[in-house]
C-alpha cells in the first residue's frame, strides 16, 4: 500500500511568488491534515479535511494560504504571496474515517522563500 | 490551548547505552500521547503512544511513561543502535475532543557507533 505521497520535496520561491504543495493521501483515508514546522520548533496543525469538507481550519496562518481538497482525494495548499516566514517543512498527514486513527505522515516539502 | 515542552534538545549518545527524552504538557484534558520518529528524508512516524489511563508501555526496545499528576511523559530507548538515530517528536491530545496533536519542538538523538 502506497503511503502519504507530497510534492514538490523542496520548492525554493522569492517572497511575492506563488506556490503550491501537493499532497496524496493513502487510499480511503477521509481525514487529511496539513501542518507546518518552522525550522527548530515544534510541528504546527494547520488544517484538518474530512473528506472534501474543512473540518478544522483554526491553523492557518493567514489568508494568504488556501487549502483545497476537490473531490475528497489529493490535496493542494497555496501560499499567495510567499513571506519570509512562510519557510519551513510543510507535511501532510492522513488517517482512516475515525479520529482517534493514527495519522500517517508523508515526508514533507521543504519551502524555503528568499 | 495544550502547550508540550520537550527536552533535550539534541541527545548524542554511544551505541548500546539508553537515551530518555523528557516532555510536560499543560492541559489536563490531554489524555493520549504519542512518540513520533522521524528519519531524513521521510515523515515523522508513530512508533508507541500511551493514554492517560496507563502508567508504563513497553514495546521491545523503546517504553513510555506518564505521570499525570505532574503532567510529564518521558520515552526510553534501552541498547541504542545507530538506526536509532533520528528527530523523535511528542505530542499530547485529546481523544474524544479534536485529536489535533500539540508536538514539542523535537529531540534530535545521535547514536554514535
Known amino acids: 500500500e502506497a503511503g502519504v505521497t507530497q510534492f514538490p520535496s523542496h520548492s525554493v520561491i522569492e517572497k511575492g511568488q506563488t506556490v503550491t504543495l501537493r499532497c496524496d493521501p493513502i487510499s480511503g483515508h477521509d481525514n487529511l491534515y496539513w501542518y507546518r514546522r518552522v525550522m527548530g520548533k515544534e510541528i504546527k496543525f494547520l488544517l484538518h479535511f474530512v473528506k472534501e469538507s474543512k473540518q478544522d481550519e483554526s491553523g492557518m496562518p493567514n489568508n494568504r494560504f488556501l487549502a483545497e481538497r476537490t473531490g475528497g482525494t489529493y490535496s493542494t495548499l497555496k501560499v499567495q504571496p510567499a513571506e519570509l516566514e512562510d519557510s519551513g517543512v510543510y507535511f501532510c498527514?492522513?488517517?482512516?474515517?475515525?479520529?482517534?486513527?493514527?495519522?500517517?505522515f508523508g515526508p514533507g516539502t521543504r519551502l524555503t522563500v528568499l | 490551548g495544550e502547550n508540550v515542552e520537550q527536552h533535550p534538545s539534541t541527545l548524542s549518545v554511544q551505541e548500546g547505552d539508553s537515551a530518555v527524552i523528557k516532555c510536560t504538557y499543560s492541559?489536563?484534558?490531554?489524555?493520549?500521547f504519542p512518540w513520533y520518529k522521524q528519519e531524513l528524508g521521510k515523515g515523522p512516524q508513530l512508533i508507541i503512544d500511551i493514554r492517560s489511563n496507563v502508567g508504563e508501555k513497553k514495546d521491545q526496545r523503546i517504553a513510555v511513561t506518564l505521570n499525570k499528576t505532574a503532567k510529564h511523559f518521558s520515552l526510553h530507548i534501552t541498547e541504542t543502535q545507530p538506526e536509532d538515530s533520528a528527530v523523535y517528536f511528542c505530542a499530547a491530545t485529546t481523544v474524544g475532543g479534536s485529536y489535533i496533536p500539540t508536538f514539542g519542538r523535537g529531540t534530535s538523538l545521535i547514536v554514535h557507533p
Open positions: 498527514a492522513s488517517s482512516q474515517a475515525s479520529l482517534a486513527d493514527t495519522q500517517y
Open positions: 492541559d489536563s484534558a490531554s489524555n493520549y
